[in-house]
């Protein structure tokens, strides 16, 4: 019994942890004891799916866990930046339907999102919100980086995923001391400037989108060869053929991540940082330091201020520069 007493402990009222539980089943004696305390740690609703399993299960004489997987609603219309997804072609729900699916059964990287969402999307959103960019291009964000400061295969950097080469063309300094493709504020301004002026040469947002991913020349190309600017009737690399669907399915999966079955809690969700900003205007030899001086660490001033690459900053005459330090 201490055993099936621990597991209701280990899985109150959410449902998680069923697969396990078939494995005691497997081994245990059926009594009233063990329905009270599952019930007790899963909840009746999930109990009574646990024993009709467990019924079939037990009438074809096999223990061993069972599991059914299930293909996620299709929304019966969806949008991007205002524009509509032409859903009612076969070609373009299936696509959207693939891409709902993988990242559906994604359920760690899904719900880190989400976690990550409660603590990023205010700060993407307001610089948004102030370049006159959709709102919805948080999630081209989300699908670019995860909300995560990584660098992919191909050297993109930061939540925005810019090139070494891009990034001063839209305002971003790069170079051995400071990568402002680490700063999400700045990234997220030059993102902007980069679809407004896509959205101005191509007409439409999911073009622009779609450019993110290709480039501006590559996306001229296709659409002048076939002769059309509109993402939904072009033929494009693979990568950019799906880039929008997934974008899409990610907006579908993170709004109505309650009814897809992905529990975020209020007090599982990530917290914005606390900071306080301070203006540098001259150089800092020692960031380790300085970081000390300021009643911080400097694994804290790092992870605060992620474009500081080096362990000092060098402030040029009549530059300088905002950084964040801890205020908890």
């Not at 072609?89 to 719900?111: A, C, F, G, K």
């Not at 971003?172 to 896509?198: F, I, Q, S």
């Amino acid at each position: 019994m201490q055993a099936t007493q621990g597991l209701a402990a280990d899985n109150k009222s959410t449902g998680a942890g069923i697969g396990p539980v078939f494995m005691y089943l497997g081994d245990m004696k059926w009594n009233l004891r063990n329905t009270i305390a599952l019930c007790a740690g899963i909840g009746i609703g999930a109990i009574s799916v646990l024993l009709l399993a467990f019924n079939a299960a037990e009438e074809k004489g096999d223990s061993r866990p069972h599991y059914k997987w299930y293909i996620p609603e299709t929304p019966k219309s969806m949008s991007f930046a205002g524009e509509q997804v032409p859903l009612e072609r076969r070609d373009v729900r299936e696509q959207l339907e693939r891409e709902l699916l993988i990242n559906y059964y994604s359920h760690i990287n899904t719900l880190h999102i989400l976690r990550m969402s409660t603590r990023y999307f205010p700060l993407i959103e307001a610089r948004l919100r102030a370049n006159g960019v959709p709102d919805d291009f948080k999630y081209l964000c989300v699908a670019e980086s995860s909300l995560i400061n990584q660098v992919s295969r191909a050297g993109a950097v930061g939540f925005w995923q810019f090139m070494k080469d891009t990034a001063p063309r839209y305002g971003l300094e790069v170079n051995d001391e400071v990568d402002e493709r680490y700063h999400v504020l700045k990234a997220t301004d030059a993102a902007c400037r980069y679809l407004k002026e896509a959205k101005e040469k191509f007409g439409s947002w999911t073009a622009a989108a779609a450019s993110y991913n290709c480039g501006q020349g590559g996306f001229s190309s296709h659409a002048a060869f076939q002769r059309t600017n509109y993402y939904y009737d072009l033929l494009l690399p693979e990568e950019t053929m799906r880039y929008i669907f997934r974008i899409v399915a990610l907006k579908y999966l993170i709004t109505s991540a309650d009814r897809a079955g992905f529990i975020l809690l209020r007090q599982n969700e990530y917290k914005p940082l606390r900071t306080k900003t301070v203006t540098v205007s001259a150089t800092i030899p020692d960031l380790a330091q300085y970081a000390l001086d300021n009643g911080t660490s400097y694994r804290m001033l790092k992870l605060s201020n992620p474009w500081l690459r080096a362990r000092a900053l060098t402030v040029k005459p009549g530059k300088t520069y905002e950084m964040e330090l801890p205020a908890e």
